[in-house]
Every structure is written in structure tokens, then in C-alpha cells.
């Protein structure tokens, strides 16, 4: 069963995630503080962020191009899982906070999981093999729970089927495959950069997943690691720049304020907090 981790995706495309960062960016809300509020961004607008950015990727530097609008839209969906849950945030007693992903069973977790790839794949077959080997990839070197091992095996019947149905199996077609993945998890990233933080902070302050740059490596840009920093408040500089041309993307957060929590609970406040949308110009 380690086919689909070993042979399609090359070891260095899966990170070594622990279980504490099995969090990583996949909160049902993803959250920060400030001094008065909670900045939060549901999920499925953040991957609906990671989706533009993947459209203005460079056409020359873009493998398998064929396939590019299920590409995007894999990008585009790959949390819609969340919509749901994200609608109605919960308050955690014992941390006095809204409830993050690392707060989740594991078992609603993976339910979430199954449900947006499923939701992916009646649109396109392409775009849920690539959610499916994303989520897979949470759980790559974790044996430890009848759950996780029949979530990865249910994921890569799917896979293989998938595969199968496809013809995906040439290396072209691999190799093509790899790169889809990658881009994924990149534009994830990227979008993560924009929302789970405070816009504007210093090189030293950003926060640590992206501090030594993205770790994603493309050979068309010759592995070099791509590098982010914000310019000011509405600027960030990527280097190098694997974009068409430089691009604006708008990100809908809500500043849902501490006090209006405690008069009125996380999810009235949560619902009556308009969306506030975070301006972001990606240039070289």
C-alpha cells in the first residue's frame, strides 16, 4: 500500500509531520490574536485564495498544462469540507478561545476529510486524487490508530482507482502528477502566509513555518527555495517569482472582537461580524 506515497510522490514532496504540527494551516478556523479581537479566516475562503494565486502561475513554468483547470480547482476546493463546520465556530471552555482544528477529534477530522474529497471528486476526478494524496500526506510515518490506517487506505483504493481510470501511469504522467501536488501544497501555503498573520510584520516576525522560505522546490525553478516578505501592510515580495506578472488576491477575514465574545458568545459574534477583506499585492 506504500505504493501511492513511494512511487507517485518522490519522499522529499511529503513532509515529516509530527502530531503536533498536524495542525498546520488545517484549523476549522484558522486563527490568530490580537490584543482586543480574533482574526479568523474559514478555511474554504482561504483555499479559494490559494486558487488565484495558482491562476497566475507562469504558463511556461506550469507541467502538464492540460490539465490545469483541474489543477486550480483542486487548489481552488480543497477544504470545502469545512464550509460547514467554519459556519459555526465553537468556544473552547478550558482555553477560553474559539475552537481551532487541534481541538477536533481525530475521527470528526477525517469525516471532514472524506466528506470534501468526495464533494471534489463528483467535479473532477483529477482534482480528487490531488486533495486525496494531499490529506494522505498528514498522516505519512503515523501508524498509531485504526483510524488514520483505514483513512490512508481508503485514500489510496481511491487513488488507485483514480490512477487506473486515468491512465496516469507513465512518468510523464508521474512526474506531471508531482508538480500539480506540489503546487498545491504551495498555493496552501502561500494563502496561509497571508491569513494566519498580522500583514506587514518584519522578516524576523513572520511566523516560523515561513521564516527559511516555503518548502516546496520546483525543478523548473531550478529547486531554488522561494522566499516571502512583506514590504508593508498590502505588499509582499516573493523571490524568485514564479508568477506570469505580479497580482492582487483579497482575503476575507472577520476581526471578531474579545468584548462582543463575552457579551455575546463566539458564534453570535461570530455571525454578526461582517467580513472585513485583507488587500495583498504579490510582486517580485
Known amino acids: 500500500m506504500e505504493y501511492f506515497f513511494s512511487e507517485i510522490l518522490s519522499p522529499n514532496m511529503l513532509y515529516n509531520i509530527t502530531k503536533e504540527e498536524l495542525a498546520r494551516g488545517r484549523k476549522s478556523m484558522i486563527l490568530y490574536e490580537t490584543d482586543t479581537s480574533y482574526v479568523m479566516t474559514e478555511q474554504h475562503l482561504h ?23 483541474d489543477v486550480i480547482f483542486a487548489i481552488s476546493e480543497h477544504d470545502r469540507g469545512w464550509i460547514e463546520v467554519d459556519a459555526s465556530p465553537l468556544w473552547h471552555d478550558t482555553k477560553q478561545m474559539p475552537y481551532t482544528f487541534q481541538d477536533f477529534p481525530l475521527s470528526i477530522k477525517l ?27 498528514f498522516f505519512k510515518g503515523m501508524h498509531d490508530g485504526e483510524r488514520i490506517t483505514q483513512f490512508v487506505e481508503t485514500e489510496q483504493k481511491r487513488q488507485k482507482k483514480i490512477i487506473e481510470h486515468l491512465k496516469l501511469h507513465t512518468s510523464q504522467k508521474r512526474d506531471e502528477l508531482s508538480f500539480h501536488y506540489k503546487l498545491l501544497q504551495f498555493c496552501d501555503d502561500m494563502s496561509l502566509f497571508i ?38 501592510r498590502e505588499i509582499i515580495i516573493l523571490t524568485p517569482f514564479p508568477f506570469k506578472e505580479e ?29 472585513s477583506y485583507r488587500q495583498v499585492c504579490i510582486r517580485r
Do not use: M
Open 247 to 275: 497580482f492582487e488576491v483579497s482575503l476575507p477575514i472577520k476581526i471578531v472582537r474579545k468584548s462582543e465574545v463575552l457579551e455575546k458568545g463566539i458564534l453570535l459574534a461570530y455571525r454578526e461580524t461582517p467580513y
Open 111 to 137: 469525516i471532514f476529510y472524506k466528506k470534501g474529497i468526495d464533494e471534489v471528486q463528483e467535479k473532477s476526478a483529477y482534482a480528487a486524487l490531488l486533495c486525496s494524496l494531499h490529506y494522505s500526506s
Open 195 to 232: 491569513s494566519i498573520q498580522e500583514p506587514g510584520v518584519s522578516k524576523q516576525d513572520v511566523f516560523p513555518w515561513f521564516r527559511n522560505g516555503f518548502k516546496q522546490e520546483f525543478k523548473t525553478l531550478e529547486n531554488q527555495t522561494i522566499n516571502a516578505q512583506w514590504l508593508n
Open 47 to 69: 483555499a479559494l485564495v490559494s486558487g488565484d494565486i495558482a491562476k497566475h502561475w507562469d504558463d511556461q513554468l506550469f507541467e502538464g498544462i492540460a490539465n490545469k483547470t
